[in-house]
């Protein structure tokens, strides 16, 4: 009944930037909590930004606050990471979630959906 779309992951060279885009749509929820996670192969999913609906709160990882700006366009229903300074250990699949909207963030993985993610490769 939701479904989540990223896009913008690409190649960027070190101190490089990106904005990675999600799109969300849906019959049930017509607003959500939204973050970005990211996940390297064979290891767990890592938090990495939250914004949420009421308010526009965010949330960030130590490793990306002062680098990664999180924003939302609630017209759009579109959730944006902008990344700068980006490094090498940056480089993962980076995933768009969602849940139902809450007074509480969360750098917990309980977001109730999420999208198939955007490649992002740091490297020289």
């Known amino acids: 009944q939701v479904q989540l779309v990223e896009s913008g992951g690409g190649l960027v060279q070190p101190g490089g930037s990106l904005r990675l885009s999600c799109t969300a749509s849906g019959r049930t929820f017509s607003s959500y909590d939204m973050g970005w996670f990211r996940q390297a192969p064979g290891k767990e999913r890592e938090f990495v930004a939250a914004?949420?609906?009421?308010?526009?709160?965010?949330l960030y990882a130590d490793s990306v606050k002062g680098r990664f700006t999180i924003s939302r366009d609630n017209t759009k229903n579109t959730l944006y990471l902008k990344m700068y300074s980006l490094k090498p250990e940056d480089t993962t699949v980076y995933f768009c979630?969602?849940?139902?909207?809450?007074?509480?963030?969360?750098?917990?993985?309980?977001?109730?959906?999420w999208g198939q993610g955007t490649q992002v490769t740091v490297s020289s």
């Open positions: 914004i949420s609906w009421i308010a526009s709160r965010t």
């Open positions: 979630e969602a849940r139902t909207p809450s007074a509480t963030m969360t750098m917990r993985d309980e977001y109730d959906y």
